[in-house]
């Protein structure tokens, strides 16, 4: 098969749509070493480095079109209906386009990945334009693919109902976790026991009542690490004691703070997965995880799960993982191994074959 797989979003700071993009690519072209990949980008005028850097090694063919004013040409691109994404990248059998473009195309099965529809829920917890870019690439979804990848069951559930696309064409493709999560490696060292939580900083997350939960545990020789970049919106109080700000981090760094962690703390209130609670289960670390049911699939059996909204029960839970680290720490590396990029790529694969 020849596959065209839009690669726009990694022209922009890694997130964890960016890594999944990044991961099942890489896991598609173990996955076909003998298919033709065309990662492709309408990217902005300096993205196109960015998209190197992060492709560097795969073995894909790259095809970059760099472009003034990206985002605004995209979304013309994908509204007008022309022309035809054959007319830049030749005849395909499959195309895999991404959040940022949904192009035109003559021929051959059409694809997306489905990461969650926190737009089309919680338009509070994004910005307008997300939501507007969001909600124009669903509706395009939902009325022109052949077949729809989903980050987890839940994911697809939630898409098929909100946009009543059929079910049975939408597959489960769960992250894997990359190479560098692994519990053999340096551990960071902060100085105290610390409690890790990662996150870009924005109300979806719920920095603002684990901040609360980490006050209730009232204990002086436990820090907080908050690993993230800036996100929008209110931001939660962090320059608080007892608190340590990290920013973005890269992922051997981040690695390294898995861990060290006494335990990490996912509080957040609507994801397509969650993929730093399968990251710290891989590193060996005790995950307290938002009892949203979006974060069943990533926690399995190994988590500890409480009520987002509740400080208390955060704080309860996070006592409870501190006092179960080795049982936890068990239960988290059984179950981190069972996701693969690998496996990831092998979904994708046997998608564009049933659907061609």
């Given amino acids: 098969m020849r596959i065209a797989f839009d690669v726009s ?17 890489r896991g598609l072209a173990e996955a076909a070493p003998d298919d033709e990949i065309v990662a492709f980008a309408p990217t902005s005028l300096h993205g196109s480095a960015t998209i190197r850097e992060a492709l560097a090694g795969m073995d ?96 697809a559930d939630d898409f098929s109902d909100a946009y009543t696309f059929p079910r049975e064409r939408t597959l489960v493709a769960h992250p894997g976790i990359g190479e560098e999560f692994t519990a053999d490696g340096q551990a960071s060292d902060l100085g105290l026991p610390y409690l890790l939580t990662v996150a870009t900083l924005e109300p979806r997350k719920n920095l603002e009542t684990l901040v609360r939960a980490f006050e209730l545990l009232a204990d002086p020789e436990l820090v907080l690490a908050v690993a993230g970049g800036a996100g929008w919106g209110e931001q939660p109080q962090l320059d608080r004691r007892g608190i340590v700000r990290l920013g973005r981090v890269t992922d051997e760094e981040l690695s390294r703070l898995y861990r060290g962690a006494a335990a990490v703390v996912y509080p957040s209130r609507f994801e397509g997965f969650g993929m730093p609670v399968t990251e710290a289960m891989a590193c060996g670390a005790p ?70």
């Fill in 60 to 155: 894909v063919d790259l095809r970059l079109l760099p472009l003034p004013a990206s985002h605004a040409l995209r979304t013309a691109w994908s509204l007008a209906r022309r022309p035809a994404a054959e007319r830049w990248l030749g005849a395909f059998d499959a195309l895999h386009f991404s959040d940022w473009l949904f192009p035109p195309q003559r021929a051959g099965v059409r694809a997306t990945t489905i990461h969650d529809i926190v737009p089309h829920h919680h338009p509070e917890w994004t910005t307008a334009r997300t939501a507007a870019m969001h909600e124009r690439k669903y509706r395009n979804a939902a009325r022109t693919c052949d077949v729809i990848f989903a980050n987890s069951t839940f994911t």
């Fill in 9 to 25: 979003p990694l022209s922009h700071e890694r997130t964890g749509v960016n890594n999944y993009l990044r991961g099942s690519l």
């Fill in 287 to 356: 995950v307290v995880a938002s009892a949203h049911p979006s974060l069943d699939e990533a926690s399995g059996a190994a988590a500890v799960r409480a009520d987002p909204d509740d400080p208390e029960a955060i704080a309860d839970a996070i006592r409870d993982a501190l006092s179960r680290r080795d049982e936890l720490r068990a239960l988290g590396l059984e179950h981190a191994a069972t996701f693969s990029w690998r496996r990831t790529g092998e979904i994708f694969l046997e998608g564009y074959r049933r659907f061609a």
